[in-house]
Every structure is written in C-alpha cells, then in structure tokens.
C-alpha cells in the first residue's frame, strides 16, 4: 500500500483516483456502510426515487479543472435549481427577486424603483455597526423582507433568536433586481444523469483502489488504525480535525440536521423539488420532493418521497454538517491547525479535516491542488 485514504466522500475519493491513475496502490476506509460521503445516494425501495440520504445536492461549478475532471465519471442533466418559500401561506421564489418583492409589496416596481424601496428600508441600521445578525439582516434588505424570510428560519436553524447570533453570520443577503430566479450563478450546473453513487462507484472503480467500509481508523482492533498506520504509510485523512487529535483542544461546534423521510400516495406534492418553510409556525425549514431533481426518469405517477429537514446543534454522536465557527471555534481550529502541522505524513483535507462548509465542486477542487501540490512528488 502506497497510500491510505480515510473518508470516502468527494475528497478521499479524488486523491485516491488520482493516485491509483498514477500506479500508486491506495486503500480507501470509510466507518460507514457505503462509500460517498455525505453526497450519498439510494433508490427508496418503494417508488425507485433516488433519495439524497444526507440532504440535497446539487452540482454547480464555475471551475474548469473541476467540470472536466467530474466528467470523467459522469455526465449531467440540463436540472436548473430554484427554491421557493412559503411565507404565511402564500408561495413567493427565492433567492428574494424583483418577483418576491412585487408580490410581497403588491406592487409592480421595475429594478430602480426597487432598488430605492429596499435602500429606503434598509436605512434603519448601518451594516458596520450591527450588533447582532437581526440588525445586520435588517440593514442589508429592510426590516419587512427580512422579518419575512430571513429571521425565523434562521432562528430556526440556529435555534436560537436571531437578536441573540452574532451579525458576521451573514455577510450578505442576495437581492435580484431581476426575475432571475436561478438559485445558482455558476457556469455549469445539473445532476449525475446515473445518479450520485453511480458517480461516485466510478470514481473507485480501479483496480489500485480497495475499499474497505465500516473501518473506522480509531478502531484498534482493526489493522489499518491510526495507531498502527501513522508514520509508516502517508495517510490522507478527510474525518473530524477534533476527533483525530482526541478532542485535546476541546469540541469544534456543529450543526446537524434531522430528516423525516415519506412516501405520500399522490404523483406530485409540492410541484417543485424544494419549498421552504419561512414561519416560525412550521418546525421543520424545508420540504424536498425528490422526483423534481429528475423529470427526465420514468418515475410512478402516483407515488412521490418527501423528506422534511430540522436543523439543530450536534452532539459528539450526531453527524456533523454545517460548522457554527464561533469566535471559541476559531480560536481552537488554530490550535488544531497547529497539531496538524506536526503531524508528518498525515495530509488533512475535506470539509470535516478542515472544519470549514465545502461545496462538492470545491472539495474536488482543493483535492485536485493537494495532489498536485504536495502529494504527486512525495507518493
Ligand atoms: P464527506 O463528509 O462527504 O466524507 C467524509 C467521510 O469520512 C465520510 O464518509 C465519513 O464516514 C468518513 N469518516 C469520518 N471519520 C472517519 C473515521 N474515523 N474512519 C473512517 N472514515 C471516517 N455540496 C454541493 O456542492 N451542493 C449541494 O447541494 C450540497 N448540499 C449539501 C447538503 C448538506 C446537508 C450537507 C451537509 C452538505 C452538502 N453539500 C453540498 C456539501 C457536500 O456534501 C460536501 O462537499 C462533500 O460531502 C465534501 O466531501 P468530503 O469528502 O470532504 O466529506
């Protein structure tokens, strides 16, 4: 073995590809029972719907390296992202467009006219010097659209008032003056044609590469454990930063989410893939409808799988998913970033080694540059 990889989400499983195409033996092991990652996916026994088992993902890159590299593997569909939000009732599209703020004023402005109704709005506080996310939310895009769609589903995913978390949250709220309502702007963008773990088997399908699932590298009872590897064969380790250095500066804080998965007896319940649920009336923040990521299969007409999503702060047990990066996370991240600087040949990477939100494209992205910058030479 040449190199062992520890994670098989997107950032494992790029270094280990790169690496079996280069002649290197790779190991890949993952604690789950499945390879992939958070990005995957299965067929619900019942309807053959493809289910995204830890929330939606949607591809969209602007990095050229990034598209040809995933298009080794896969193709994509032409699926064009578009969120709504029902607010009180009533539906209005998301990201907050010219649309959402003519039906939410019953007006007809055109872009300047409201461009200067939202300025004039968002005159109540100055974005400098906002004291807590609600004022910053407030002095972004107005005290009427932020009540409406920013601050109880963000209390929501925080469970916490947004009077209460910190203002840098949010550095900005994006405001259309169009009827643009693609949620994504990147250059490319669509769903593996074959699905996610279709996609990701290809990516491990080389025979330099051997997986092995439900390894976890803690488990000294199984051989490939860090007490046993580290220091004899480089390892890339895509876990939690904390956990590998045994949590000695302390928990970094996640957020994690909880989701109700059905099958309802109806071809279509919501008319679009995700609606979110702005008011603090509805538990839970989003609905997902997973038929609508492809209108291009052959689906049952009168069965449909929704999953509705909670969002709260995580334990040690939980899966974590989103950081919370309080100024205590920050400071501790940099104590880890010290340990892992001692740590010879041990290559952190991916969303959970480097305690950081990492988007597929850019996961692959930062994977591809460790392997040509610091692994490719020393392997
Ligand atoms: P990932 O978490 O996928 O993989 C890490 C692997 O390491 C896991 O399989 C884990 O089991 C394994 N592991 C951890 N500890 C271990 C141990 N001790 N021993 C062995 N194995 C261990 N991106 C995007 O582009 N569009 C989108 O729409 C979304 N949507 C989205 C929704 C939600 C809810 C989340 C949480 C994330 C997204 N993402 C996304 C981000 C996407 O999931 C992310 O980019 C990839 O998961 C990153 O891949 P990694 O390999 O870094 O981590």
New binding site residues.
């Given amino acids: 073995m040449d190199l062992l990889v ?7 499983l790029t270094i280990a590809e790169r690496a079996a195409a280069a002649g290197k033996k790779v190991v890949v ?4 029972s499945h390879i992939g ?3 995957y996916s299965q067929a619900e026994p019942e309807t053959g719907i493809e289910v995204h088992t ?7 890159t602007s990095n050229e390296t990034v598209w040809e590299y995933v298009n080794r593997f896969t193709s994509f569909t032409g699926y064009v992202h578009k969120v709504y939000s029902n607010f009180k009732g009533e539906v209005y599209p998301l990201p907050i467009n010219l649309g959402t703020i003519n039906q939410f004023f019953r007006a007809s402005h055109g872009p300047d006219a409201a461009r200067a109704l939202i300025a004039e709005q968002a005159e109540e506080f100055d974005t400098k010097e906002a004291k807590n996310l609600e004022e910053k939310g407030i002095s972004l895009i107005g005290r009427p659209l932020y009540e409406a769609f920013i601050r109880d589903y963000t209390s929501k995913q925080w469970q916490t008032p947004t009077t209460e978390l910190p203002a840098e949250i949010i550095s900005r709220l994006p405001v259309r003056y169009t009827y643009d309502n693609r949620y994504f702007s990147d250059k490319y963008e669509g769903l593996p044609v074959d699905g996610y773990t279709a996609w990701i088997e290809k990516m491990a399908d080389h025979p330099n590469i051997e997986v092995r699932l439900n ?4 488990d000294e009872s199984q051989p490939l454990n860090k007490k046993d590897v580290v220091g004899k064969v480089p390892v890339v380790y ?3 930063v904390d ?1 590998y250095f045994d949590y000695a500066e302390g928990e970094l804080g996640w957020r994690t ?1 909880d989701f109700e998965q059905e099958v309802l007896p109806t071809g279509d319940f919501q008319g679009t893939s995700v609606m979110n649920y702005a008011g603090a009336d509805v538990p839970y923040t989003r609905i997902h409808e997973f038929r609508h990521f492809h209108p291009e299969r052959d689906y049952p007409t009168d069965k449909t799988v929704i999953m509705r999503e909670f969002s709260r702060f995580a334990t040690r047990e939980d899966e974590p ?2 950081p919370v990066n309080t100024p205590e996370d920050r400071e501790r991240l940099l104590k880890y970033r010290a340990l892992t600087d001692g740590e010879t040949g041990v290559y952190f990477g ?3 080694g480097t305690y950081q939100y ?6 692959i992205g930062s994977a591809l540059s460790m392997y040509n910058n610091k692994l490719e030479g020393t392997l």
């Avoid at 092991?29 to 789950?32: E, L």
């Avoid at 830890?54 to 969209?60: K, P, V, W």
């Fill in positions: 520890v994670g098989s989400g997107f950032f494992g092991i993952d604690r789950r990652g958070n990005a830890y929330g939606a993902h949607l591809f969209h390894t976890d590298f803690f895509t876990g939690p956990r989410l998913y989103y991916g969303r959970l990492l988007d597929m494209h850019m996961a």
